[in-house]
């Protein structure tokens, strides 16, 4: 007890000062500790004590399995060396891990016959594990700061004495009356960041006009004047802040979970509706199956793809506000956890980062929609017009069925205004890049080189066509516009699965049915699809833009100057998501998605 009263006079208010009495009061009992282990070692037969320290792996902290001897003389597991080693080989010089010497080229490490053979006679002595009371600290681990030699893994944290103890040196902080006063916390990498750097005392007192933890001294120095708390006074605060936050996230999740629920009934509607026109569909062409069989296949066809593609769109949104709920969960966790932080210089540290709430999805309005059943409405009536039909107006019932349409009653914009409010931003793949293409701008320019970029193989890569896709698919309704310059660039809308290797019309744009091209040169325009060429005329413009309703099937190019002109529109049926694709046809040739927000 006498040394107990002269290490707390003695103290002088120091944090630091408490740690070295700390240290040196405890230091006689850690050798007779160490002592002890000592002992556990002795070998039955030669009567020699070991400490088992020296039979342990310095990576694993447990007994030798299969050692192995550096050249250094340090020994190790054989699986823990190669593993640290493992982790340097992209430096290409090894080290030993206790005395850091190197070594080049990598050693070939053979085990030790004479240590594996000793440590198993160990073994058989009871030699084995360290005790449950004896925990020695990894590297993840915080270490007791008052141990000497091999240091035990703390059990609480001082955020008075600023030190980390074990429970053996943390039991004068249960025995000694002024010690118990002391904030005990679990235990901390972090201590250190609990004192100011500039007057070395520990921070106590929040800054609200700094929006900062401080020391006393820095209160009546560089802060004097300002609002001041305690730390303690903040986080209680910022405590009652953070359960309203919780709260928000919790009632956004609810919301979301009611929200996800819509959509799927929505798809249940959407494939009900569906189900329902194709089979009433199939019932009015039986009776014109002579004249209409072709035509019942075609209708079949439309409503199953309008089908996949709403549906498609309705599970994207349902996606999107899944992942929602799982970002707002973890986040609320994290807040949980900040929560019950102990340490307030550690909560107010965390609290800038956790107590901003992202923007929400915006919520989900289902209108009510007709869905399929003017499919079958459009096909009874062609069965009551039969003969005009068949004679004159077929186009006109083909296009009835396709404008059918599950989601999409709004018009085309008028304005560029209008048809901004639909733009995307989109950036180029550098894995479909040809070679002869070279991005820039953060992936959003394309120039035509006279020489072959140096990308890595790649199985998405245009292989002879200086072609390159965007990175984002393209579904709903999108707008975005394309600056070129240097002469000929092609402007392209393609199915992803448009072939890449080789110099067939399967991988170039507008040569096939699965891409649309407007060829764009300094004094015309042409449109080509599935290899058919169509002269476009309009004014010449650097800009273009392009407009693509997917569920409607509509795909309009734009002359983009003051005003905006249509240059070509194409009226058919998406099946799948589309990739916007650009096609400098000059060396030096550019073209640009444009950021029109």
């Not at 050249?71 to 080290?95: L, P, T």
């Not at 609990?194 to 106590?204: A, G, L, T, Y």
């Not at 800054?207 to 209680?236: F, N, Y």
Request: charged share 25%; with cysteine; glycine share 4%.
């Amino acid at each position: 007890m006498g040394v107990t009263n002269m290490w707390w006079r003695e103290r002088a208010d120091s944090p630091h000062s408490l740690q070295k009495h700390i240290q040196t009061s405890f230091s006689s009992e850690e050798v007779k500790l160490r002592q002890s282990l000592a002992l556990r070692g002795e070998m039955a037969q030669q009567g020699v004590q070991l400490d088992r320290e020296r039979f342990c792996c310095p990576i694993c902290l447990d007994l030798l399995k299969d050692p192995v001897t550096t050249s250094c003389g340090h020994s190790y597991c054989m699986n823990c060396i190669k593993s640290f080693w493992d982790g340097e080989d992209e430096k290409k010089i090894h080290s030993c891990p206790q005395c850091r010497q190197t070594f080049t080229p990598r050693p070939v490490l053979m085990k030790n016959t004479m240590l594996a053979d000793l440590v198993e006679e160990l073994k058989k002595t009871g030699l084995q594990a360290a005790p449950a009371d004896l925990c020695y600290a990894g590297p993840e681990d915080v270490a007791c700061e008052v141990c000497t030699g091999r240091k035990l893994k703390a059990l609480k944290s001082c955020l008075v004495c600023l030190v980390s103890y074990c429970e053996k040196h943390l039991q004068p902080h249960y025995d000694v009356a002024p010690l118990k006063k002391h904030k005990l916390v679990d235990p901390s990498k972090k201590l250190q960041e609990n004192i100011c750097s500039r007057h070395d005392e520990v921070m106590k007192i929040f800054c609200r006009t700094d929006q900062q933890t401080i020391c006393i001294l820095c209160s009546m120095d560089e802060h004097k004047g300002h609002d001041t708390v305690s730390a303690a006074a903040e986080r209680t605060e910022r405590q009652r802040e953070l359960k309203v936050s919780r709260q928000n996230i919790q009632q956004r999740i609810q919301d979301r979970e009611k929200d996800v629920k819509k959509l799927q009934r929505e798809v249940e509607a959407i494939n009900r509706s569906a189900d329902k026109a194709v089979e009433e569909s199939e019932k009015i062409f039986t009776q014109l199956i002579r004249l209409m069989k072709k035509r019942s296949s075609n209708v079949k066809q439309q409503v199953r793809s309008q089908q996949e593609t709403e549906v498609s769109r309705v599970k994207e949104l349902q996606k999107k506000l899944e992942q929602e709920i799982t970002e707002l969960k973890r986040k609320d966790a994290e807040m949980k956890k900040l929560s019950h932080t102990e340490d307030h210089t550690q909560f107010l540290h965390n609290y800038p980062s956790l107590s901003a709430l992202s923007e929400s999805t915006s919520s989900i309005n289902i209108r009510p929609l007709r869905y399929f059943e003017d499919v079958t409405a459009a096909v009874s009536e062609l069965r009551d017009k039969l003969q005009d039909v068949l004679r004159d107006k077929w186009t006109n019932v083909s296009l009835t069925v396709t404008e059918v349409d599950v989601l999409l009653p709004q018009p085309e914009p008028k304005t560029r205004a209008g048809f901004i409010q639909y733009s995307r931003e989109l950036t180029l793949d550098p894995n479909t890049a040809n070679t002869l293409l070279s991005l820039s701008q953060g992936n959003r320019k394309v120039t035509r080189t006279s020489r072959h970029q140096s990308y890595s193989s790649h199985p998405d890569r245009f292989t002879n066509w200086a072609q390159v896709l965007s990175r984002e698919s393209l579904t709903g309704r999108c707008y975005w516009e394309v600056e070129r310059k240097g002469g000929g660039v092609n402007i392209a809308v393609t199915h992803k699965n448009i072939s890449r290797a080789g110099r067939t019309n399967e991988c170039r744009f507008g040569s096939n049915n699965k891409s649309w091209m407007l060829q764009c040169f300094t004094n015309g325009y042409n449109f080509y699809y599935n290899r058919v060429r169509s002269p476009v005329s309009g004014p010449q413009s650097s800009r273009v833009g392009v407009y693509l309703d997917h569920s409607a099937g509509i795909l309009s190019f734009y002359s983009v100057s003051e005003t905006m002109t249509l240059l070509h529109r194409v009226q058919t049926t998406f099946t799948q998501p589309l990739y916007a694709g650009l096609w400098p046809f000059y060396d030096g040739s550019t073209a640009e998605l444009c950021k029109l927000k």
